[in-house]
Nanobody, 125 residues
Framework: QVQLVESGGGLAQAGGSLRLSCAVS????????LGWFRQAPGKEYEFVAA????????YYSDSNKGRFTISRDYATNTVYLEMNRLKPEDTAVYYC??????????????????WGQGTQVTVSS
């Protein structure tokens, strides 16, 4: 089992920044990729970013590329999502998720085996 706990959400103004954290524990050696997804009210889950657990690869959705950065602190097994130049449309609940098997794409929500509880991000205009 892998446990994921997000933190760092809150209220930000458009153009501002927030950093989300995902504390990862348990059978971390089983993890292949760690991803961030978000769900806005009334909308489907949306892929945000992902990183191979080894750190060799990072992936971003087109709408977030250049504004968001995913990184990992290897000492604490914490994965961060640094979000800059925030927009009101970034308002959503953000979830980190881990998957333990290799798949062709990192963007498929159902491929992820373990999920955190989510953290709310609200961006005001």
């Amino acid at each position: 089992q892998v446990q994921l706990v997000e933190s760092g959400g809150g209220l930000a103004q458009a153009g501002g920044s927030l950093r989300l954290s995902c504390a990862v524990s348990g059978r971390t050696l089983d993890i292949y990729d760690l991803g961030w997804f978000r769900q806005a009210p009334g909308k489907e889950y949306e892929f945000v970013a992902a990183r191979s657990w080894s750190g060799r690869s990072t992936y971003y959705s087109d709408s977030n590329k250049g504004r968001f950065t995913i990184s990992r602190d290897y000492a604490t097994n914490t994965v961060y999502l640094e979000m800059n130049r925030l927009k009101p449309e970034d308002t959503a609940v953000y979830y980190c998720a881990a998957r333990t098997t290799i798949r062709e794409s990192v963007m498929v929500r159902s491929d992820y085996d373990f999920w955190g509880q989510g953290t709310q991000v609200t961006v005001s205009s």
